[in-house]
T-cell receptor
Framework: GENVEQHPSTLSVQEGDSAVIKCTYS??????FPWYKQELGKRPQLIIDIRSNVGEKKDQRIAVTLNKTAKHFSLHITETQPEDSAVYFCAASKGRNTGFQKLVFGTGTRLLVSP | NAGVTQTPKFQVLKTGQSMTLQCAQD?????MYWYRQDPGMGLRLIYYSASEGTTDKGEVPNGYNVSRLNKREFSLRLESAAPSQTSVYFC???????????FGSGTRLTVV
């Protein structure tokens, strides 16, 4: 089955810096890659996703890139702010092929943005 | 529009006790899921229901059972709780196709 590895496990940056979180997946049939943000004590919330027919997607200060050949995808956050501090999870699934999606999650990255 | 509602939010059980975690969604989603979240291990799939009337095991099903009561509701049962089941449990739902999950607010379960 699918296996998703996520690095780093912890990332500390200064406010205004950029942050990059990387994930690799094992199943070449995976075609949907969402990212979730989980604040302390809260539920995971979808912040951005990318499908296998595109290489990059942006939404204001966040962007995701996908390299299907290398089977890795990354989350980029620019101009970080203290409110970006949270745990970020990547995930992968084969939604279109099976009619429904079963996400496999990475182990998470704790991002700390210091003022 | 409440999204995904989980009950209870907190629970303490003694080893060997049983309980059912309830989950309901009001978004007309076809698929529902139960995950557990442990420190350093991310979110691991316990059971899922691709559509009403079907359920399947996920990555860590041992010690759990599920019921897809109808399209809205998906419950998780612990028949004989063990300390290893101390965790935060999240229910989620999704529409058909490659769309993101909507998660419930979680149940923090402690087994002593």
């Amino acid at each position: 089955g699918e296996n998703v590895e996520q690095h780093p496990s912890t990332l500390s940056v200064q406010e205004g810096d950029s942050a990059v979180i990387k994930c690799t997946y094992s199943d070449s049939a995976s075609n949907y890659f969402p990212w979730y943000k989980q604040e302390l004590g809260k539920r995971p919330q979808l912040i951005i996703d990318i499908r296998s027919n595109v290489g990059e997607k942006k939404d204001q200060r966040i962007a995701v890139t996908l390299n299907k050949t290398a089977k890795h995808f990354s989350l980029h956050i620019t101009e970080t702010q203290p409110e970006d501090s949270a745990v970020y999870f990547c995930a992968a699934s084969k939604g279109r092929n099976t009619g429904f999606q079963k996400l496999v999650f990475g182990t998470g990255t704790r991002l700390l943005v210091s003022p | 529009n409440a999204g995904v509602t989980q009950t209870p939010k907190f629970q303490v059980l003694k080893t060997g006790q049983s309980m059912t975690l309830q989950c309901a969604q009001d978004m007309n989603h076809n698929s529902m899921y139960w995950y557990r979240q442990d420190p350093g291990m991310g979110l691991r799939l316990i059971y899922y229901s691709a559509s009403e009337g079907t359920t399947d095991k996920g990555e860590v099903p041992n010690g759990y059972n599920v019921s897809r009561l109808n399209k809205r509701e998906f419950s998780l049962r612990l028949e004989s709780a063990a300390p290893s089941q101390t965790s935060v449990y999240f229910c989620a739902s999704s529409p058909t196709g490659d769309y993101g999950y909507t998660f419930g607010s979680g149940t923090r379960l402690t087994v002593v």
